[in-house]
Nanobody
Framework: QVQLVESGGGLVQPGGSLRLSCAHSGRPFSMYAMGWFRQAPGKERECVAAISRSGDNIYYVDSVKGRFTISRDKATNTVSLQMNSLKPEDTAVYYC????????????WGQGTQVTVSS
């Protein structure tokens, strides 16, 4: 009932920027908190940023604070992740996710988009 499609991944040099977008369709966008997760090979999936239904509550993992910005646009049913000052350790597959109750679990996931930070 909810479909999520990520875009914007790619190869970027250290210190560069990238903007990821996630298009939400199906059940009303406003019903869901949204999050961005990432997973590098051999590592656990990690939540890097999340935003509440209203956009009033935002979370960032410590390692990306000051560098990444999450936002949502209700007019286009889109959640974005602006990534600046990228580091090699940011390399991972990034996933968009939607949660009816993010304190319990994320209910829907996109296919993921690869972000590679390398010189």
């Amino acid at each position: 009932q909810v479909q999520l499609v990520e875009s914007g991944g790619g190869l970027v040099q250290p210190g560069g920027s990238l903007r990821l977008s996630c298009a939400h369709s199906g059940r009303p966008f406003s019903m869901y908190a949204m999050g961005w997760f990432r997973q590098a090979p051999g590592k656990e999936r990690e939540c890097v940023a999340a935003i509440s239904r209203s956009g009033d509550n935002i979370y960032y993992v410590d390692s990306v604070k000051g560098r990444f910005t999450i936002s949502r646009d209700k007019a286009t049913n889109t959640v974005s992740l602006q990534m600046n000052s990228l580091k090699p350790e940011d390399t991972a597959v990034y996933y968009c996710a939607a949660a009816f109750d993010p304190d319990i679990e994320y209910d829907y996931w996109g296919q993921g988009t690869q972000v590679t930070v390398s010189s």
